[in-house]
Structures are given as structure tokens and as C-alpha cells.
């Protein structure tokens, strides 16, 4: 996945050959550039990825730990474990088995071990738990298809570093943090996670861990849209006019906020239910999705300069009626048949084939003198960094339906699934306010004996 340097600048890693896979497409002979890239693409995952397959990482950090002089693996593996779910077959809710693991060790020195207070239900994890993206997942993890069993579920979180890896440099152990994890390792629904140092950011002290794990997730896939994709400055933002269809979701009212901040003036569609919520966020104007003449009710105050598409392709011929033409104006969707694609055809066939719809949409919005593009969800310390500062300066603000208990995850999935929540659905994993228990105390000696 993409990672960011300390000025946030996009490092160029697989997402980012996606991010630069869509732009290519916006050029003609298409069909050559895309064999071409795909072509590159399958060369690139199979040499960046390092990731060993499962059996042979225990059996180096097995080898490992009984070369220790203080601890031996059995000494390990008995003094503490970890709760997660975890799928042990892509399917539906009764997939979620609670399970009892070892704690996840470090095996790069830019990672750290977070404990987890809490974590968010995102509409991604009721997909991958169905399958979603797993074709391509496996190949970057380097695994084949059925190896990546048993697989914890979760994209972003908060709580407290147990361990740092000797790379770590801005990190300690017992600071607060949130995350954003890329979808190679997901594994938040659980009471320990490893992620890397670009993954995750400071908590903002003005959030508690419940309001926290509510945001990381949201962010980053705005920041993408916005941000990496539409290339949107809060300098250079002011007045805009923005449309956001989908305004009450996760994303759609993490979105509201932050172009709010930004100054840009916002539309969003959503049920009439909700107007007080998302006109309490910052949006401008709130239409009635279901509206028969929604295309005047939208136009009402003026085409659009930037659309975010975060709820489905219904909504995209509207979209081109209400964008400004040739105003390099943008129609950013959240919305791709990549993965869907790749997991019918495969990597190659897939990715040919979904670049061609890319080329295919992005011709209607190219007669209006607007562009087409697609956004996918990357994890950001700088955008994290970021967000903090807003939600510090009370510019944005978590918005949570309901939390549920960590014995009760699935029906936390089961609300997500059933869909139409207002804002994000969390899990408190432990109790948000309590601190490192003596076997907390045990690991983050552990670790130290053992950094990486």
C-alpha cells in the first residue's frame, strides 16, 4: 500500500501504481498502456512483497525464541494470549469465531504493537469477510489461495503501543494512537495488532479511544478521494462547490467536515431524516436522495466543481448532468469494480477488464469537460497527523450510531450490513480509560529483550 514520507509526500508502492494505472487510462490507446501496466503491475507485487507465508514466519519466530536466553516459545506462548475474530472461510456472519492466539510478534523494525481499545466496523469488512480483493491480497501477501486462514478482519483502530520496533522513531511504548491498517494486514478486531509506523498517528487527546477508532478509517479514504486524487488543498479550497452523495455514512460524514473546514461550500443527498445531522456537520444544502426531480433539486444553487461519489454507480448519470463543464471539474468514486473483477478473471484479465470500464465512464464525463476517476482507501500518518489537528481545533467531530461490546462483534457487523446507520459503528475491545495490566507489563518486556 502506499506509504508517506514525513511530508506526506505518496511513496510509490502497489496502491500507488493503481492511482497511477487510473491516470494513464485517461489518455488514448488505452488498451496498450493497460496490458502493458497490468503486465508491470504482476511483476511489481510479486518482487515488493517480502511477506513470508504463514508456516514459515512461525517457524522463524519460533527459532527465534528459543535462541533466547530469557524466554523460550512455550514461556511465551502460555504467559499471554490474544483474543480476535477471525474467519476461517470467506462467507457469511456465522464465519466470526471468537479465538484465543498468540500475541502478533514484530518482524520488521518499523512496526509497533498496539494494544487495541477499540476499533470500527467498516462496510469493507463486510466485504472482505465475504471474499472481496482476496485474489490480489494473497498474491502481495505471498500465500496461496486457502493459506491465509484463519484471518482476522479490521481496518482501523485505537490504543496503546506495547513495543516499537529499533526502526520506530516517532513512537513509544505506552503512547495513545490511532490507525488506519492496509488491507495486507488487516487485523484490528482484536486485542493486539501490528502495524507500521505509516500507518498511525497520535490520538488526539481531546478523543476518547471509542471516539477515536471511529475516524482513522474514514479519514484516509477521504484523504485519497480528495486529497491524493482530486488534488484539493485547504488553501485552495474556499468557495468551492462540492456534492457528496451518500452524506450520512462513515465517509460521507467524515467528508461533510473536513471540506467544511476547508471552506468549500457543501451538497450532500441523504433521507430527509437526517437533514439536522449532516446540516450540523457543515453541509450547506441536504436533497432527498429518493427526490423524483433530484437533478433540479441539486442544481438549484449551481453546478458542482468536485463530486464524491461514496454510495454507488445509481447516481452517476446524474452526476454529469450537475458537474461544471469545462472547469476541470472531478467526479471522484469510491465506488470500483477492480477487486470484483480480478476475483472473476484474475489479475490480468481483471484488471484489463475493469480498466476498460474506467475508459468507458470516463468518456461521459470527458464530453462535459469534467474527469473521471476512481479513489481506493490508503492508510496515511500524514493525513492522520492532519485530521488531528482539526478534530483538536473542533473543526471535526466522530460521529458513532452505536457501540457494541467485543463479545458482541457480530451483531456489530450485523448493523453495518443492514446499512443506513448514521456515522460509524464501534467496538470497544477494553475499557478505554484503563491502563498496561502486569501482563501488559510482561510483554513490553518481551519485547524489549526481543526488539527488532
Known amino acids: 500500500m502506499n506509504r508517506t514520507n514525513a511530508n506526506g509526500k505518496q511513496l510509490f508502492t502497489l496502491t500507488g501504481l493503481l492511482d497511477c494505472h487510473t491516470t494513464l487510462l485517461q489518455h488514448r490507446h488505452c488498451q496498450l498502456l493497460t496490458m502493458n501496466l497490468m503486465k508491470q503491475s504482476t511483476r511489481f507485487t510479486n ?61 520488521r523494525p518499523n512496526q509497533v504493537l498496539i494494544k487495541v481499545h477499540a476499533a470500527s466496523i467498516n462496510p469493507i469488512d463486510i466485504r472482505s469477510r465475504g471474499g472481496y480483493g482476496a485474489t490480489l491480497l494473497n498474491k502481495a501477501r505471498g500465500i496461496k489461495s486457502g493459506d ?7 481496518r482501523d483502530c485505537s490504543g496503546v503501543i506495547l513495543a516499537v520496533g529499533k526502526g520506530v522513531k516517532d513512537f513509544k511504548n505506552g503512547d495513545k494512537v490511532w490507525a488506519s491498517i492496509n488491507a495486507k494486514n488487516a487485523g484490528c478486531h482484536a486485542q493486539h495488532v501490528v502495524a507500521t509506523e505509516g500507518e498511525l498517528s497520535h490520538k488526539p487527546e481531546s478523543l476518547s479511544h471509542v471516539e477515536a477508532a471511529s475516524i482513522p478509517y474514514v ?14 488543498r485547504p488553501e485552495k479550497t474556499s468557495g468551492k462547490r462540492v456534492l457528496i452523495f451518500g452524506g450520512t ?20 443527498t441523504c433521507s430527509p431524516d437526517a437533514f439536522d445531522l449532516v446540516q450540523e456537520l457543515g453541509a450547506h444544502q441536504a436533497i432527498d436522495y429518493r427526490s423524483p426531480d433530484i437533478e433540479r433539486e441539486l442544481l438549484k444553487h449551481g453546478k458542482y466543481d468536485f463530486i464524491l461519489n461514496a454510495v454507488g454507480d445509481s447516481m452517476e448519470d446524474i452526476a454529469t448532468l450537475v458537474i461544471k463543464e469545462k472547469s476541470n471539474a472531478q467526479y ?22 475493469s480498466s476498460m470500464e474506467l475508459f468507458r465512464r470516463s468518456r461521459k464525463f470527458y464530453s462535459a469537460g469534467a474527469t473521471f476517476r476512481w479513489a481506493f482507501a490508503q492508510p496515511n500518518s500524514y493525513a492522520l497527523k492532519e485530521v488531528g489537528k482539526l478534530v483538536d481545533d ?39 480509560e484503563s491502563s498496561p495490566d502486569q501482563s501488559d507489563g510482561q510483554l513490553l518486556q518481551f519485547f524489549d529483550d526481543k526488539k527488532m
Open 47 to 107: 518482487t515488493i512483497f517480502t511477506v513470508r507465508n504463514c508456516n514459515t514466519r512461525r517457524a522463524i519466530i519460533d527459532r527465534s525464541l528459543s535462541t533466547s536466553t530469557s524466554r523460550s516459545a512455550s514461556d511465551y506462548q502460555t504467559e499471554k494470549v490474544s483474543r480476535a475474530w477471525q474467519i476461517g472461510h470467506y462467507g457469511k456472519n456465522d464465519q466470526l469465531k471468537l479465538t484465543e492466539r498468540e500475541v502478533p510478534l514484530l518482524t
Open 394 to 432: 473542533g473543526k471535526v467531530r466522530p460521529v458513532i450510531d452505536q457501540v457494541f461490546g467485543f463479545d458482541e462483534l457480530p451483531k456489530a457487523f450485523e448493523k453495518v450490513e443492514g446499512g443506513h446507520s448514521r456515522g460509524k459503528v464501534v467496538v470497544e475491545v477494553c475499557s478505554s
Open 148 to 154: 491465509e486462514f484463519p484471518l482476522t478482519l479490521g
Open 219 to 232: 479519514a484516509t479514504t477521504n484523504w485519497s478521494a480528495v486529497y491524493a486524487v482530486a488534488k484539493l
Open 332 to 353: 471522484v468514486t469510491l465506488i470500483t469494480p477492480f477487486f470484483t473483477e480480478i476475483e472473476k478473471k484474475g489479475v490480468l484479465l481483471g484488471g484489463l477488464s
Open 249 to 268: 455514512g462513515g465517509v460521507g460524514t467524515f467528508g461533510i467536515q473536513l471540506l467544511n473546514a476547508w471552506g468549500a461550500n457543501v451538497t450532500v
